[in-house]
T-cell receptor, first 114, second 108 residues
Framework: NAGVIQTPRHKVTGKGQEATLWCEPI?????VFWYRQTIVQGLEFLTY????????DSGMPKERFSAQMPNQSHSTLKIQSTQPQDSAVYLCASSLGVLSYEQYFGPGTRLTVL | QQKVQQSPESLIVPEGGMASLNCTFSDRNSQYFWWYRQHSGEGPKALMSIFSNGDKKEGRFTAHLNKASLHVSLHIKDSQPSDSALYFC????????FGDGTQLVVKP
């Protein structure tokens, strides 16, 4: 079991460009979560899916961020017109369920917006 | 909205010492509590869960939950330099909420 896989590990974009981050959850896990981590804001919840359906996107900045889970083997987080304040480590996690289940985190994608 | 606060922000303990990390939450309906640990450059990894009031011990780690006091804590006995990491408390009730973390440094 390779664990949660996130690609790329590092991404550098110019201001105004688009960034797409990929996550491959652990096989058999029904829930996938996205978080953003910065020194200043800490670990922020963005959104999660259960059985590929979007359940809660209350943490997502509405205008430029979107997440999808087109099949059970991967999820994407897309940021349009990236801004320097989007620079962060984006973490994906998966779990067997939601509330009482352990989340398994990937290593994260470090996004740097110049 | 659930608020989860951790203290202290940072903690330095000598090798072999006891580290005590605290977490308070605001929603009395909270049901599930987890402690996660994150080493530099990695994603967080679950350490242990606690769902009932009282103590739960796993090796050198003991979690304590008091729902009436809205408080959960983690105690690390015989701390090792490899325990140096960022520790998060996570609370589940309708959603999953993480605290801001406690940075633990164990000095040899």
């Amino acid at each position: 079991n390779a664990g949660v896989i996130q690609t790329p590990r590092h991404k550098v974009t110019g201001k105004g460009q688009e960034a797409t981050l990929w996550c491959e959850p652990i096989s058999g896990h029904s829930a996938v979560f996205w978080y953003r981590q910065t020194i200043v804001q800490g670990l922020e919840f963005l959104t999660y899916f259960r059985n590929q359906a979007p359940i809660d996107d209350s943490g997502m900045p509405k205008e430029r961020f979107s997440a999808q889970m087109p099949n059970q083997s991967h999820s994407t987080l897309k940021i349009q017109s990236t801004q320097p304040q989007d620079s962060a480590v984006y973490l994906c996690a998966s779990s067997l369920g939601v509330l009482s289940y352990e989340q398994y985190f990937g290593p994260g994608t470090r996004l740097t917006v110049l | 909205q659930q608020k989860v606060q951790q203290s202290p922000e940072s903690l330095i303990v000598p090798e072999g010492g006891m580290a005590s990390l605290n977490c308070t939450f605001s929603d009395r309906n909270s049901q599930y509590f987890w402690w996660y640990r994150q080493h530099s450059g990695e994603g967080p990894k679950a350490l242990m869960s606690i769902f009932s009031n009282g103590d739960k011990k796993e090796g050198r780690f003991t979690a304590h939950l008091n729902k009436a006091s809205l408080h959960v804590s983690l105690h690390i006995k015989d701390s090792q330099p490899s325990d140096s990491a960022l520790y998060f408390c996570a609370v589940s009730t309708g959603g999953i909420f993480f605290g801001d973390g406690t940075q633990l440094v164990v000095k040899p």
